[in-house]
């Protein structure tokens, strides 16, 4: 999501986090502070092609320099007229594509001497969109733009720019929590859907913990409704198109693979006391900020992921810049979520009964360690106790606690998991039904000594975090 604040903050907020580390359950830290675009690197009236020819209406007197065959004998030289410099804007990188057809003959004098070529483009062989066939970017750019909607949310702090999912025809949309968050009293929601119609529209329901929600466009109809995939079908490798509204420019198309299929991303709350858990699909797909919310679709046109959140590494600290490093939520989760959300207004998520921290557990065992059991919770009910390590869900491996907490809000509550506590010889598994409770707030965890120093906000400016 991007914002922009007369104050001159935007709704990137703070963004220290490390790089990202190499086991696949490692937690992230994730944000979203992007650097400025870069400057233009050509300034206003500099030519395309060179240095500027002299300007003047005086042509060049004698035999026009060589080029090409040489004049015939007895057949008079032509004189050549001097074209002025064409000026380059910013808008050399959209008009490179089309300078030697559409300007081609711009750059070139209709009174060049003979043999001079001239610049001509051949017929391109431009597909049709009814020529464009699944399994490739362009069919999946063209049937996800149908499907996808700009949001914008003003409040007194400044515009707020997300992206959304359209679910059905009648305006549903899904986005991200910390896209609509600020929405409150005097504060309106603007919606733009792919046929370029705008509408307002109210909140229907968030899930802070999952960091989505739900909003209903006023007066909405005919929408093209998405059609979600499977994420638990997805590859690493498998590449994958992202559609949204980055830094407010809408219909953004951009393409990449699925880097990692489960990572556990990180973010601090406000405060920066505790650790928001959020646990995500890896994409190397340029994710910016204003495509919060917006989707990650197959090559089939399948939203398979909503994108979230980003890392860019150490540059907000002055350290190296890490690009590629994109995070959506997985439509299978998305969908569960969505789904409560259109019929209650709410949302729930599973609860285990176990409180823990992100300090580092006794001993050189890795997993999360157990400082607090709810009495009469799930985890108490299966036997486990304070002090114990949990070391894996299911086949997943846990590392720390954040890992717990991520892989705990990748279920359903109700399920039954198979918890592992401790390792080696001493190991033992429980079965664990997992409890539940309504979303109405991020599922966080406490730092060590309660003290996390920066905040890790992957969104910030107010506007939400990540689960």
Known sequence: MNQSDPSGRDDRGPSNSPA???PATEPIAAQSAYPTAPQQPWSAGHPLYGPAPHQGPAAHQGPAPHQGPAPQPGRESRSRTVTRPLVVTALIAGLLGGAVG??????????????????????????????????????????ASKSTADIQV?????????????LSPDGYVLTNNHVVAAAGSG???????????SYTANITGTSPSYDLAVIKLDGASGLTPATLGDSDTLQVGQQVVAVGSPENLSNTVTSGIVSALSRTVTAADESGSAVTVYNGLQTDTPINPGNSGGPLVNLQGEVVGVNSAVNTGQAAAGGVQAYGLGFAIPVNEAKRIGDELLQNGKATKPVLGVTGSLAST???????????????????????AEGDVITKIGDTKI????????????YSPGDTITVTVGSGDDARTEQVTLGSAVDEAQTTIPESGGQSGQPRSPFGGGFGLVP
């Open 154 to 166: 003003a409040t007194a702090q400044g515009t707020a720019v997300g992206s959304g999912i359209v």
């Open 102 to 143: 559409v300007g081609g003959s711009a750059l070139l004098d209709s009174a060049a001497p003979a043999g001079v070529p001239v610049l001509s483009s051949q017929q391109g062989n431009a597909q049709q969109a009814a020529d464009v066939k699944p399994g490739s970017v362009t069919y999946a750019a063209q049937v």
């Open 20 to 22: 990202e580390p190499d």
């Open 187 to 197: 504060s309106t929601i603007q919606v733009t859907t792919g046929d370029g119609k």
């Open 362 to 384: 006794s001993g050189s065992e890795s997993g999360a360690q157990i400082s607090g059991v709810e009495p009469g919770g799930a985890a108490a009910d299966a036997g486990i």
């Open 399 to 410: 590392s720390s606690y954040a890992d717990l907490m991520a892989q705990v809000l990748t």
